[in-house]
């Protein structure tokens, strides 16, 4: 039988399935005796400090690079980095607690312009196999 992404109410992809019935948004699509399916929830966090600038700065460096390749004659100006927030500024947001954070990401040629492939993701995964000591468990918005 042909398996496919599990959609949703408000899923669409018109090649796979588009909105419908959107009028009835309690109405069971799916007979949960044959199609199983876990709950979830959405989830969300702020981020601030260097974690945050360096998402910035990722942000910034793959729009300025799809900006010049795609219309390098569009009158649209480069993005810059904001400065870096000051310990006041951080400490008026009022937040408590901390984490350890760290910022991985993948580019090269195609995605970011760049002559060396950064695979910091990739570098990762593989430190977390060999160190792991019982099990492995990974989760990211693909897989």
Request: hydrophobic fraction near 30%.
């Amino acid at each position: 039988e042909h398996c496919q992404l599990f959609p949703g109410k408000d899923y669409s992809n018109p090649r796979v399935q588009d909105f419908f019935r959107l009028n009835e948004p309690y109405e069971e699509m799916y007979d949960r005796s044959k199609v199983p399916r876990m709950p979830w929830h959405d989830v969300s966090m702020q981020v601030v400090g260097q974690p945050a600038r360096d998402l910035t700065r990722h942000f910034v460096q793959r729009w300025n690079y799809l900006r010049r390749g795609r219309k390098p004659t569009r009158p649209l100006p480069f993005l810059l980095p904001p400065p870096d927030a000051k310990l006041d500024e951080l400490e008026a947001l009022g937040l408590t607690g901390t984490c350890e954070v760290q910022m991985l990401r993948s580019a090269t040629t195609w995605s970011l312009g760049t002559d060396e492939t950064e695979h910091s993701i990739q570098n990762a995964y593989i430190k977390m196999i060999e160190d792991s000591e019982h099990f492995v468990y990974m989760e990211n918005q693909f897989f």
